[in-house]
């Protein structure tokens, strides 16, 4: 056992005292900041950019209130030019592009000839945006050609807002439906990534050590079970130092950001409210928000955070037991890309699986399923706990993820214990095979 704890301790401090460790420490997440920061400013860069559109309509069908100007888009009305001399004024000219509505003896082929020119290929956003003008105008122009009554009709139009309540009466929101099924995929999609990038991290050491002929020394001195097990616990140790960083860090963010950049927009002092509708706004939103904080108390935080250490170090054991006894198959990085396929397929899986199914039905056959598969359970039941699920179903996933890792670690033990020593020889499965019968 103190030899152990040797190697897990050499291993913890190389892993630590690691330049690259301690810049990306520091870095990531004033990365991850910066990133979402300059993608935002990207956005609203983009929305200030300006956009002329030119419209002809020979139909005479359309007024200028159905062309009403955005702050992203501008309507210029050229209904009283010919079609052609419209082309050349927009084609010599910086506008956006041309929308042509012919005069046809149908709605149905005034709708079906509708025409855009650019000089571009046209923004998706813009173009859904002019369909669905010309569609609700010639849809009002169709009903009264039918007779009917388009102010009445438009008075007819019921939107239900269902309630969401449980069976004692509280309410909750839509909206933490939402950020439950983000909160599960960020969890989820971490635990993926971080198993791929401290299980490398582990299978990289192993060949450096085997190709500079290092490991012929230590393995003199310690079994080669105990190596293996140290390295795994050592780097997953640093891992979790990490994490902790990374936590202290946003959560000193996010305190800095609430305190310098926040602001109550619910009771902004010194600003009139102009009318009696912007109050019963202002009233409902002050009320979604505090339902939404209600039912923020109510999520799984502690259970949620604690599932997260547990699933990824469970995970991480079970992936780096096998990152490990491939890099001791292996003479170089090179030769490991035909194991690494069997070992990536598992987590995407977990992850589509957890897309697909987790979000739509978190309590469904095929998320419980998968959530129970030692190999998928740490992405697949991260992102179904913030859904809420029952205690004994994660203690179930959590026995048959350890009794999968302590199986695991005996056949990677063995192959470890072959392929430390192993030089000069490309292994196949067939190879790596034999070696669990050594």
């Known amino acids: 056992m103190s030899k152990l704890k040797l190697i897990i301790h050499r291993e913890f401090i190389a892993k630590v005292r690691n330049k690259t460790f301690l810049v990306m420490t520091i870095l990531s997440p004033l990365l991850v900041i910066g990133m979402s920061a300059f993608i935002g400013y990207l956005g609203k860069l983009n929305q200030e950019n300006v956009r002329i559109i030119a419209y002809l309509d020979e139909s005479k069908l359309f007024e200028d209130q159905d062309f009403e100007d955005t702050e992203s888009v501008k309507y210029l009305n050229f209904s009283e ?19 042509y509505i012919p005069k046809k003896d149908s709605i149905k082929d005034i709708a079906s000839n509708v025409e855009f020119y650019s000089k571009k290929s046209p923004n998706i956003v813009v173009i859904n945006s002019l369909e669905n003008k010309i569609e609700e105008r010639l849809r009002q122009v169709k009903m009264a050609q039918l007779g009917i009554d388009v102010e009445k009709l438009n008075d007819s139009k019921i939107n239900a807002d269902i309630k969401l309540l449980d069976f004692e009466g509280e309410k909750s929101s839509k909206l933490v439906n939402t950020l439950k099924s983000v909160l599960g995929m960020a969890g989820g999609y971490m635990i993926m990534m971080f198993i791929i990038i401290y299980g490398a991290m582990v299978m990289r050491s192993v060949i450096e050590e085997k190709t500079s002929r290092i490991v012929e020394v230590i393995i003199s001195s310690v079994k080669p079970f105990q190596l293996m097990m140290g390295k795994i616990i ?73 599932s997260f250490i547990i699933y990824f170090i469970g995970g991480y054991l079970l992936y780096s037991s096998i990152y490990a006894a491939i890099g001791a198959a292996v003479d170089n990085e090179t030769d490991t890309q035909q194991f690494m396929l069997p070992v990536i397929i598992p987590l995407m899986l977990g992850v589509y699986i957890g897309f697909a199914s987790v979000i739509s039905d978190p309590h469904g056959p095929v998320a ?11 992405i697949v039941m991260l992102m179904r706990i913030p859904f809420g699920v ?47 019968k050594y």
């Open 81 to 99: 030019d010919d079609y052609e001399v419209a082309k050349t004024k927009v084609d010599l000219s910086d506008y956006f592009g041309l929308l």
């Open 234 to 306: 050592g780097t997953a140790l640093a891992g979790l130092l990490q994490f902790t960083i990374w936590g202290v860090l946003l959560l000193i963010v996010m305190v800095v950001a609430s305190s310098v950049f926040g602001v109550d927009t619910l009771n902004v002092q010194g600003v009139s409210v102009p009318t009696e509708e912007a109050e019963v706004m202002k009233s409902i939103a002050k009320s979604d928000a505090q339902l939404v904080f209600e039912e923020l108390k109510n999520l799984p935080i502690a259970t949620m955070f604690f």
């Open 368 to 378: 419980t399923i998968f959530s129970m598969i030692p190999f998928t359970s740490p």
């Open 390 to 436: 029952a205690w004994w179903e994660i203690v179930i996933s959590l026995l048959l993820l350890i009794g999968t890792f302590l199986l695991i670690v005996w056949f990677a033990a063995k192959i470890y214990r072959v392929g430390i020593l192993m030089y000069g020889k490309k292994p196949s499965y067939k190879e790596l095979y034999k070696w669990l």
